[in-house]
T-cell receptor, first 118, second 119 residues
Framework: AQKVTQAQTEISVVEKEDVTLDCVYE???????LFWYKQPPSGELVFLIR??????QNEISGRYSWNFQKSTSSFNFTITASQVVDSAVYFC???????????????FGQGTELSVKP | NAGVTQTPKFQVLKTGQSMTLQCAQD?????MSWYRQDPGMGLRLIHY???????DQGEVPNGYNVSRSTTEDFPLRLLSAAPSQTSVYFC??????????????????FGPGTRLTVL
């Protein structure tokens, strides 16, 4: 079965704190893709990162970093020195590839609402 | 490029009415999808398409129809609206990249959403 779990429904931090958003996934495929999206209060969905199952390198982009661990089926997202503008709902998502050819399907987690207070 | 466009932005329907949510993309993407977003449930896939003429059901297809006659357009039809269909609807498109031995799937580009209320 395919499933994405974001156990943290809401997180509240004070500006400049570091925060990690957890994502655990289940998949039947050996080829798959993981994504993070941000949904600010304005409602649009903003793509943050894509990872394929063959690339376990961690990635850093400015204050954002991602930790992908196949051994624990996790793809966690850390914001360093959080800012008020980081307040949003963050979604982790899974797309299976390979023989299932599921390029048009994303399975989303329930989302984590991050509130960064000044 | 306009990207992914959706119309209308807002819609109020009465129970039993039908309507079509429009979605178009100008990026020549082969994949298109419809999702609904409800509080606390993330986004759930309604229908998706892997190319013109090919559609399939997602997680929550009941009460919705789709067709894909062109690469650009992927309308979502509500046949007889029900209050349970009150939601925010997002359309998305994406593409694959050919690699030796297969394809690589890329991120989905989302439209701005349609907020639908069924009374």
């Amino acid at each position: 079965a395919q499933k994405v779990t974001q156990a943290q429904t809401e997180i509240s931090v004070v500006e400049k704190e570091d925060v990690t958003l957890d994502c655990v996934y289940e998949t039947r495929d050996t080829t798959y893709y993981l994504f993070w999206y941000k949904q600010p209060p304005s409602g649009e969905l903003v793509f943050l990162i894509r990872r394929n199952s063959f690339d376990e390198q961690n990635e850093i982009s400015g204050r954002y970093s991602w930790n992908f661990q196949k051994s624990t089926s996790s793809f966690n997202f850390t914001i360093t020195a959080s800012q008020v503008v980081d307040s949003a709902v963050y979604f982790c998502a899974l797309s299976e590839g390979g023989v299932y050819n599921q390029g048009g399907k994303l399975i989303f987690g329930q989302g984590t609402e991050l509130s960064v207070k000044p | 490029n306009a990207g992914v466009t959706q119309t209308p932005k807002f819609q109020v329907l009465k129970t039993g009415q039908s309507m079509t949510l429009q979605c178009a993309q100008d990026m020549n993407h082969e994949y298109m999808s419809w999702y609904r977003q409800d509080p606390g449930m993330g986004l759930r896939l309604i229908h998706y398409s892997v190319g013109a003429g090919i559609t399939d059901q997602g997680e929550v297809p009941n009460g919705y129809n789709v067709s894909r006659s062109t690469t650009e357009d992927f309308p979502l039809r509500l046949l007889s609206a029900a209050p349970s269909q009150t939601s925010v609807y997002f359309c998305a498109s994406s593409y694959s990249t050919s690699l030796a031995g297969g394809s690589s799937y890329n991120e989905q580009f989302f439209g701005p959403g349609t907020r639908l209320t069924v009374l």
